[in-house]
């Protein structure tokens, strides 16, 4: 399906929450980015009910088990069921598609990509909005409850860090280095450990020498924290 770009509009008082997991305080939105606000609001509605998890990361993988890492997170988001989730892609290269292909059998992912662009996975469904990438970054980071983040450079950085700052849950494996480990402006307060997160899964998604099913469990348990009606 397609979500056409609302017209320019003037921009509203603040950023909602588009979510029942989003709390966040209104922020003035910057002139020009008030469509893509409503574009996702639209596009958020369409997906449904459920926390909606925003997986980013790199178009090719940097880290020997960084593959392996994002294959068992997708396992273990599939099989959570404490929480109702959503997943959504950009539809690129690498993380995102090694994502969707082992997300279960794809039932319950997205890929969100430009118009008249396709994501060629042969799983999840194809949504379109905004007229090029750029366009698609900024309704992207304003979309997600809980955005997963997998090494990466400066547009991981970017997505994470709009979607930080309108109190969305980041979720950085700093282990797989990149934008999640803290480069290419990757937004600082994002590295430091949410109220979803104990000690020790925070410590998880930092630490190299963990066992990868050690570091995706603590993901999912995260997210599916993240996700619980009791933080609504």
């Keep these: 399906s397609s ?3 609302p017209p320019l509009a003037p921009p509203p008082a603040g950023s ?37 998890v925003c997986i980013l990361g790199g178009t090719a993988f940097r ?6 890492l994002v294959k068992a997170i997708a396992a ?3 099989a959570t069921r404490k929480a109702e989730l959503i997943f959504v892609t950009g539809g690129m290269a690498g993380v995102q598609e090694t994502f969707a292909k082992n997300c279960g059998d ?18 999840g469904r194809d949504i379109h909005a905004g007229k090029d990438l750029e366009e698609r970054k ?11 983040t997998i090494e990466g450079g400066p547009g991981v950085s970017q997505e994470a860090a709009a979607a930080h700052a309108r109190g969305a849950v980041v979720v950085p494996l700093r282990r797989t280095g990149g934008a999640s480990a803290g480069d290419f402006g990757f937004p600082a307060a994002a590295l430091e450990r949410p109220s979803c997160a104990t000690e020790e899964q925070w410590a998880l998604l930092g630490s190299a020498e963990a066992p990868i099913a050690d570091t995706a469990g603590a993901v ?7 996700a619980a009606p009791s933080r609504s």
């Design 3 to 5: 979500v056409a770009t």
């Design 16 to 52: 909602l929450p588009l979510g029942p997991w989003t709390p966040t305080a209104p922020t003035p939105v910057p002139f020009g980015v008030a469509p893509m606000i409503d574009a996702a609001k639209l596009i958020r509605a369409d997906l449904g009910q459920g926390c909606c």
């Design 63 to 68: 880290g020997s088990d960084s593959e392996a």
């Design 76 to 78: 273990k988001l599939d």
């Design 106 to 123: 794809g039932s319950r992912v997205w890929n969100l990509l430009p118009d008249g662009q396709s994501s060629g996975y042969g799983v």
């Design 138 to 148: 900024v309704i992207f980071g304003q979309l997600g409850d809980v955005y997963v």
């Design 220 to 226: 999912a348990a995260i997210v599916a924290e993240a």
